[in-house]
């Protein structure tokens, strides 16, 4: 009797869990979805049958299946004669390809699940890591916060690969800092929707964020800031005379390691960004004699605008200080990149400094953004020493810049001139756009938003149509093109649930602009896929935003009888 009742019960948890639409995010390349289901449970194992002793997935993936399904599994391990993949039953069986298969390349993955086991295929471990997030897909949604013993996985065949090979996120860490423990949950979400580049932005006017050790004074002092948390940003006053700089924080060098650990276990690669040569109030702070003048600069609290401070050009110890920081990067970062900033330098300071003018003088240099673009090289030829490679934002391009730079173009307001002439001198390219990756904009009409925001008005179904790859771009630039990535800047984020309410779902949609292919894209299927995936968030702990805001719901401007209302 207490048998049958426990197969009723079963077999009723077992329809609810089956009848939950499946909705993978981002879209696979193909997928077929079968009738009926593989049953995770306790008797599952591991299998990796011709996987290297020390590939990470031999570790990752049993943590992965005990943190997202609550299961311990045993694992058979590699190289064991004997053990046919084909022939496992009751398993999930990680198989390398023999030869790289082309059509999955570095990142793809095939996956077929059935009855009787659960076979992944890939080229690469990161192959195995996207594979394991499809599946994770494939369960309920709620399984994480549920914790069952029998987890239906539904049946389903999948083969997959994205379409760019940068696939981003920028966090700014400076104008708000974020904690270890959360950089790493935003590794996990990342993760789930396969984006594969964390641009950590580590340094601007609001605080440096980066233990080095042969300027102890970036962290002492250039860490912290006045405490303006219970104003709204736009109120916070400058310090006022022997206040304490209490706000704030810094990673060590021992916390960036573990970040990039982390990150590599998930195939996300981290760019460390250090702002050269403006939004550098925070070194000035700490380092005055690096500035042009005798100003007495602060780490910035609230709105700075225009970001006037900036690193003295002319001063050969300015040049020595960034080489020093980078030797120090180099280390903790695997990433063939360097992020060396390069944005909205404002050059007032170096047209008033003797210095400055001086270097513009002995170099030749035709003006100041000359000036910004010899500096630049200099540092790259230094980061170039170390065998790899700089990413600047687009206003690099404006004194010259070597076709080895990768430029992040950012001001969409300047169109395609910027990316044409960008691919002309063979500069790779990563899409960033203003009006489409601009995260930090508001996802609806700010009357009905509760928390403030930057402005702009950047709304889901915006971001999903964005396509690296526009419609009108030259054929001749498409090929430099990298791919794009979300910007998440922190002005206004002031905790953890924030960040993630102006991230999600707006990173689902990019996430399926920079994964899927073009022609498999569909904005309504997309929506249908919503509710399953908030509830997945929901049960792994992400605050998200509930509104799915059109592209047609932009506020309309004031007209002059409203303002007279105020
Ligand atoms: C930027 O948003 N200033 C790159
Ligand atoms: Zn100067």
Redesign the pocket.
């Known amino acids: 009797m207490k048998l049958i009742y426990f197969s009723l019960l079963g077999s009723l948890l077992l329809l609810s869990a089956c009848s939950q639409p499946v909705g993978i995010v981002p879209e696979p390349v193909q997928l077929t979805l079968l009738s009926g289901y593989y049953m995770l449970d306790s008797t599952t194992t591991l299998v990796f049958p011709n996987v290297a002793e020390d590939d990470d997935i031999i570790s990752y993936a049993p943590d992965f299946i005990h943190r997202y399904f609550g299961l311990s599994l045993a694992t058979v391990n590699a190289q064991q004669p004997g053990v046919n993949p084909a022939q496992s039953r009751n398993a999930i069986v990680f198989h390398k390809t023999a030869d790289h298969n082309p059509s999955l390349g570095d990142e793809g993955y095939s996956l077929s699940v059935s009855g009787d086991a659960v076979y992944i295929e890939a080229n690469t471990t990161a192959g195995f890591v996207y594979g394991l997030q499809t599946l994770y897909q494939l369960a309920p949604a709620d399984v994480t916060a549920k914790k069952t013993a029998r987890i239906p996985l539904r049946a389903a065949t999948i083969v997959d690969y994205p379409r760019f090979e940068w696939r981003g996120n920028l966090l700014d860490v400076s104008r708000h800092f974020f904690d270890v423990e959360y950089i790493k949950k935003h590794l996990d979400v990342l993760a789930l929707y396969k984006i594969n580049k964390f641009h950590w932005h580590l340094t601007d006017d609001h605080g440096w964020r980066i233990e080095i050790e042969k300027y102890p004074k970036l962290t002492e002092i250039g860490a912290w800031r006045v405490d303006r948390s219970s104003v709204p940003w736009r109120e916070g006053l400058p310090p006022q005379e022997g206040e304490p700089a209490t706000y704030g924080g810094y990673y060590t060098k021992e916390q960036i390691r573990e970040v990039v650990a982390y990150a590599a276990q998930r195939n996300i690669e981290v760019i460390p960004e250090v702002e050269i040569p403006g939004?550098c109030s925070e070194i000035l702070a700490a380092y005055p004699e690096f500035a042009c003048d005798t100003f007495n600069y602060y780490v910035q609290i609230g709105p700075y605008w225009p970001p006037k401070a900036i690193m003295c050009g002319g001063n050969d110890e300015v040049i020595r200080f960034f080489k020093d920081v980078v030797d120090e990067i180099v280390p903790l970062f695997p990433s063939e990149y360097i992020h060396i900033?390069g944005?909205?330098a404002v050059k007032d300071n170096w047209r008033a400094c003797a210095k400055c003018q001086q270097r513009i003088k002995s170099l030749k240099l035709a003006n100041e953004e000359e000036l910004q673009s010899w500096m630049i090289l200099e540092i790259e030829k230094h980061v170039h020493q170390y065998g790899k490679r700089i990413i600047g934002?687009?206003?690099i391009l404006e004194g010259g810049v070597s076709p080895s730079a990768t430029i992040?173009f950012?001001?969409g307001w300047q169109g395609d001139s910027v990316i044409i002439k960008a691919a002309e001198r063979g500069n790779e390219i990563i899409m960033?756009p203003?009006n489409y990756c601009?995260i930090d904009y508001y996802q609806s009409d700010p009357a009905t938003e509760k928390q403030e925001a930057i402005g702009g008005f950047l709304p889901l179904q915006k971001v999903y149509s964005f396509d690296p790859v526009y419609e009108n771009l030259p054929p001749s630039a498409a090929p430099f093109i990298k791919g794009g990535q979300a910007?998440l800047?922190a002005e206004f984020l002031f905790t953890p649930e924030h960040v993630e309410y102006m991230l999600l779902p707006r990173l689902l949609a990019l996430a399926e602009g920079v994964w899927s292919p073009a022609t498999g894209k569909d904005w309504n299927r997309f929506v249908e896929k919503l509710p399953a995936q908030k509830k997945r968030l929901a049960a792994l702990g992400y605050n998200y935003c509930d509104k799915i805001a059109l592209i047609a719901d932009e506020p309309k401007p004031k007209t002059s009888d409203d303002e007279a209302g105020e």
């Open positions: 939004h900033g944005d909205e934002w687009d206003e992040m950012w001001r960033t203003t601009y910007n800047w």
